[in-house]
């Protein structure tokens, strides 16, 4: 058996990769699954590899990707993020100006979350044997919420809330990876945690996920089967761009499974939804109420359509784009 | 005199059987007992020799229309020491194994009919007549033994008269467990979208009459389930019922009053007309009939040569359809999109509410859904499309004793089975488990199956696909099984087709239909293979093409048409050609053309008949299963054969259908009539499985050739292939007793763990 591109597409055959790794450690690792670890002290500590290719695209670059993309899996469980340490492995012969240019873009969204890089390293392969640079980043916070947001809080009746149009880095990677045009397209990459520290004040708040690779759509079956509670969101309610619709069209994705690297997915208790939202709206003015937790269909998502069935949403099976982030 | 005790086994309880018995041995002058047990019927006979031997004659030749008796058994036998005595019906008893079988829903009988119509009768229109011959079985079952407590009937205790008839062994309602009057059994009443009460028993029917002539939507519950019924004659009733039910297409199935109303829009052959007055009462698919095209609105059936017709099968039903000026109705059935269809009363009110204007309700529960049965003819061969109502639960019989299997079946057309002693029980076809509410009713059924009739398998068959929903359900429901097959879907339907012919040794097996995962991890679906249930080869199939846009594709033939454009033509004019069919698409398909290399290649023949469709302009998206392909059909006509290519290529034979591409497209610009190109694909297509049939059977001696796959729904070419396979010597295997599309899955891997696990 090989590791294949399936295995990194973030949907269930990542998910069984992981279960073999995990199952070595056994007892001496973590068992739940979620974005970042909360450990002794109050702290949570999350780590995450990144190869985005092509490595500028509109609305980011490697380098701004490396920080949201960490401290956006401590956001999502209420961790203010502080720290940071990155290693970069560089391909021999990348431009040295490209590298300081990553790096500046890196210290930018770094500077504006007012985290500090404090461990870093860096290595350079022969050429050939690396495609320009990867980064690796580890991010490290304190929890600042009551109770830690996760999946074992998620009771029937939440309502979900989404915070932006969804797929927007996905069907962008995607489109320049098979040269389709889509000049108005950019990815969503942003950083998550000015969005949710408001949130973390509201005891109603339950657990949060950015939607990374593998979409809304994976993210919510890994809730539904992790906390065996069904979910069901309607079609009609999702926000979509017109142009991450066209390049699923054109491509034959579910818009569900595409990748978003700055938007999150929210459970709220019902009687706060409301709250919830207006506070995100400062910042999030697209943000809204998708769907809800529900007693029916455990470990199922469904996904109301136009025509009046409930279709079932399934994780993403296969790789859809390689190196998405 | 002797004493002789009988053990009868087959589909012998609630079917009038005990009953049966009881009148012959009185004509016998026969005393003993008959009892019902959970291996079947126990008969103790008491008399002349002669007399028992009669009894025993007249017991297989007379047996009630619903039975069918597998075996008689002869449990003992002795000198009778005393007197005859009485004959007598005894109470059920429970035993430890329960083999008994349940039988399929069944269509009014002629006696209750004539009951019912009879002013002087207790039951003078009343809408649940039923009797020991006819009337709900499967559907208000909810545990064995057959009694009325343990149906849905169980909250409707009988007066007087009734109990009477019930308790008479010469009534024709002897046991009879939904036996009702209107005195102690349900009621009707029809209420309007709200659930506002407007009338009662005959006068709700008459109010629903006077409802549909005036060109309203109603639902009525019948024995599976609800319908939604309107006018078919009502151009407007029909438009709304499409538009509020979100289905521009899919043809509706219509309910005739009698034959001569049937015969006012469809040709009925003598296999037609067997089906039809079948106590089954199946949809049957027929030619529509010559210049009935102005009689019914275009917008029941469009853009296809036929109606699905089917008699009425409830007391509802007829008392409905008794009026001249409503010999004809819709009733299709009511569900939302592709979910299963709706059966409770609160669930109807719910979820019908934006599509019915009134609903036609009572209050027997159905506790398990079911469609109506869906037969089509070809010609004189009837294909099914939907095996359910008035079909299951009744078994396969095998004369081995089985080991214990769940065959978990495919997904969009899913039904499981399951192995038993000597039965292999199908579901009923239970949709598209892509749906949420699918899934609940496959669950149900499984849970209902398995407690039923105590099986708890020991072994589990199911798809290959990594994703399959029916085999994480069936995994996850059988955590306990000894050991589990994954079998290839094409695989599956050969097995399924040699099973339904009873055929034991090695077929050749044209397996064409939409979508399987293949052994190489492409989507296979136009297969030449060579095998039995045991194991097969891939002989062979159809050239591959990129799919572009994986499930897209299906919704849009327009893309898989691309594809194929570009394998026969090349880049340039295939460019050239997708500008001029698809000015529109121009963006989309530059795209597709750039990227074809990246998508999953298909040999799917489903998908090839979808792109000839698009490519002669019928329909470039579809809205709902295999749409294109229908239609493609329904324009066929005349004599022309298109050229398809036979190859060998690393030792497989491939059906090459780019000569024939280019031969539609030529035949297209040279301005050669649609319907001649249409049947020149389905025959040249033919004619090149035949000839792919006759080479293997020269290299390997077969000679049957097992045809299944849901593209073998298609009528032409199921015709045309038989007969060019019989011109060549060979035998075509054609499904029978189930569907040659993914509703056979189950069966299949049935038969594939059967080879796999008997010892
Ligand atoms: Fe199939
Ligand atoms: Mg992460
Ligand atoms: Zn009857
Ligand atoms: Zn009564």
């Known amino acids: 058996m090989f590791v294949e591109l399936k295995h990194g597409s973030g949907g269930r055959p990542t998910q069984q990769l992981i279960g073999e790794i995990l199952s070595i450690y056994g007892d001496n690792s973590i068992k739940d699954l979620e974005d970042c670890a909360l450990i002794e002290g109050g702290l949570g500590v999350t780590i995450d590899g990144f190869t985005v290719s092509p490595r500028f695209f509109p609305g980011g670059d490697i380098g701004k990707l490396a920080v949201c993309g960490s401290t956006n899996d401590l956001a999502v469980r209420g961790v203010k993020p502080m720290y940071l340490a990155m290693s970069i492995l560089i391909e021999e012969g990348l431009p040295k100006e490209e590298l300081i240019k990553v790096v500046k873009s890196a210290y930018g969204v770094s500077k504006e979350l007012d985290v500090k890089l404090v461990a870093g390293d860096t290595k350079v392969l022969p050429r050939g044997q690396a495609d320009g640079m990867y980064i690796t980043c580890c991010a490290l916070g304190k929890a600042v919420t009551g109770r830690p947001w996760g999946i074992n809080n998620l009771s029937s009746g939440d309502i979900l809330v989404i915070t932006g149009p969804i797929g927007k880095h996905g069907a962008l990677i995607s489109a320049l990876h098979y040269g389709l045009d889509v000049d108005q397209l950019a990815s969503d990459c942003a950083p998550l945690w000015p969005l949710m520290q408001p949130l973390t004040e509201v005891a109603g708040v339950k657990c949060a996920r950015d939607c990374t690779r593998g979409g809304l759509g994976t993210v919510l079956c890994e809730w539904a089967e992790g906390a065996g509670i069904g979910i069901e969101i309607e079609e009609d309610l999702i926000p979509l761009d017109p142009e991450v619709a066209s390049v699923a069209d054109v491509l034959g994705f579910d818009v569900l499974h595409l990748a978003c690297e700055g938007t999150a997915v929210i459970a709220v208790a019902p009687d706060c939804a409301e709250y919830v939202l207006s506070s995100l709206r400062v910042l999030a003015p697209n943000c809204t109420a998708i769907g809800k937790v529900t007693e029916d269909h455990p470990g199922i998502v469904g996904l109301k359509t136009e025509i009046g069935g409930i279709r079932v949403v399934d994780m993403l099976a296969g790789e859809m784009v390689p190196r998405i982030c | 005199m002797i004493r002789k005790v009988l053990l009868v086994k087959g589909i012998v309880q609630g079917v009038g059987f005990r009953p049966f018995c009881a009148k012959l041995a009185k004509e016998l002058k026969l005393g003993g007992s008959v009892q019902n047990n959970s291996s079947g019927v126990l008969i103790e006979l008491c008399g002349s020799n002669e007399n028992i031997d009669e009894f025993s004659k007249k017991l297989l030749d007379e047996a009630p229309p619903l039975a069918m008796i597998q075996t008689i058994e002869i449990i003992s036998e002795e000198k009778l020491l005393g007197p005859i005595g009485e004959f007598t019906i005894k109470a059920s008893e429970r035993q430890e194994m329960q083999l008994v079988l349940i039988p399929p829903d069944i269509a009014t009988c002629d006696d209750c009919l004539q009951e019912m119509r009879d002013p002087n009768d207790k039951r003078y229109r009343y809408p649940f007549i039923n009797c020991t011959n ?74 629903a009459k006077a409802h549909l002539k005036a060109g309203r939507i109603l639902a009525v519950k019948g024995i599976g389930g609800y319908h939604l019924a309107c006018d078919p004659r009502n151009d407007e009733a029909v438009r709304a019922l499409r538009a509020r039910k979100k289905r521009p297409d899919k043809p509706f199935a219509l309910m005739a009053k009698d034959f001569k109303a049937a015969e006012k829009v469809v040709l009925l052959n003598g296999m037609a ?90 209050d027997r529960d159905i506790y398990v859904k079911i469609d109506d049965s869906v037969i089509a003819m070809a010609g004189n061969t009837p294909i099914f499309t939907r095996r359910a109502r008035g079909y299951v639960p009744q078994p396969y019989i095998s004369k081995d004793v089985l080991p214990p299997i769940f065959g978990a079946g495919g997904e969009m057309k899913s039904t499981f089975s399951v192995s038993h002693d000597h039965y292999i029980f199908t579901s009923q076809y239970l949709g598209d488990l892509k749906e949420v509410a699918s899934i609940a009713l496959y669950e149900h059924v499984m849970d209902m199956f398995l407690s039923l009739y105590e099986i708890s398998p020991l072994f589990l068959v199911h798809d290959k696909h990594p994703m399959y929903l029916s085999t994480k359900i069936a995994k996850d429901k059988l955590p306990e099984v000894k050991d589990s097959l994954a079998v290839q879907h094409h695989h599956a339907h050969l097995a399924a087709c040699l099973w339904d012919n009873d055929f034991q040794g090695e077929a050749m097996g044209l397996i064409l239909d939409g ?13 030449i293979l060579v095998g039995n249930a045991k194991s097969f080869i ?20 327009w893309r898989f048409a691309l594809s194929i454009l570009l394998k026969t033509f090349g880049l340039d004019k295939s460019m050239e050609l997708a500008d001029k069919f698809w000015p529109d698409r121009k963006r989309t398909s530059e795209a597709l053309i750039r990227n074809m290399n990246i998508y999953v290649k298909t040999s799917s023949a489903g998908r090839l008949f979808d792109a000839a469709a698009s490519l002669l302009g019928l329909r470039d998206a579809v809205t709902y299963d295999a749409q294109a392909a229908i239609e493609l059909e329904a324009l066929a006509k005349g004599r022309e054969c298109a050229p398809f290519r036979l190859e060998r290529e690393n030792g497989h034979l491939i059906l090459d259908w780019r000569p024939a591409i280019e031969w539609l497209i030529m035949g297209l610009m040279g301005g050669k009539r649609k319907e001649r190109l249409a049947a020149g694909f389905h025959d040249g297509f033919a004619a090149a499985l035949a000839q792919a049939c006759k080479d293997i059977s020269l290299e390997t001696r077969i000679r049957h050739v097992a045809l299944s796959g849901g593209v073998w729904q298609n009528k032409r070419l199921l015709n045309v292939t038989c007969a060019l396979l019989r011109r060549a010597g060979l035998e075509p295997l054609v499904h029978k007793n189930t569907s040659p599309n993914d509703e056979c899955i189950s069966l299949g891997q049935i038969a594939i763990g059967i080879e796999r696990w008997s010892k």
């Not at chain 2, 709900?136 to 343990?150: F, G, M, Q």
């Not at chain 2, 008699?311 to 592709?338: G, R, V």
């Open chain 2, 515 to 527: 979508t399987g995962f293949g052994d190489d991890g492409n989507i296979w679906g136009g297969e």
């Open chain 2, 538 to 557: 891939r002989w062979g199939h159809l050239l591959e093409a990129p799919l572009p846009g994986g499930d897209k594709a299906v919704l849009e033939p």
């Open chain 2, 273 to 362: 007309r067997k089906l039809l007055a079948s106590p089954r009462r199946p949809i049957v698919v027929c030619p529509k009939a010559k210049g009935c095209g102005p009689l019914l609105s275009a917008y029941v059936a469009p853009n296809i040569d036929t109606y699905g017709v089917m008699l009425p099968y409830t007391p509802i039903q007829h008392l409905l359809l008794e009026d001249e000026d409503l010999d004809l109705l819709i009733m299709t059935s009511a569900n939302l999109s592709d979910e299963p269809l709706v059966a409770g009363n609160r669930e109807a009110l719910q979820k019908l509410a934006s599509i019915t204007d009134y609903y036609l309700m009572h």
């Open chain 2, 134 to 207: 006819c009337g709900p079985r499967y559907t208000i079952i909810k545990e064995l033994p057959y009694d009325r407590t343990k149906t849905t009937m169980a909250c409707f205790p009988m007066c007087d008269d009734c109990s009477s008839e019930y308790n008479d062994v010469t009534d024709r309602r002897y046991h009879a467990q939904p036996n009702a009057c209107p005195e102690c059994g349900p009621t009707l009443w029809l209420c309007d979208a709200r659930g506002k009460k407007l009338a009662s028993n005959d006068e709700a029917i008459a109010l």
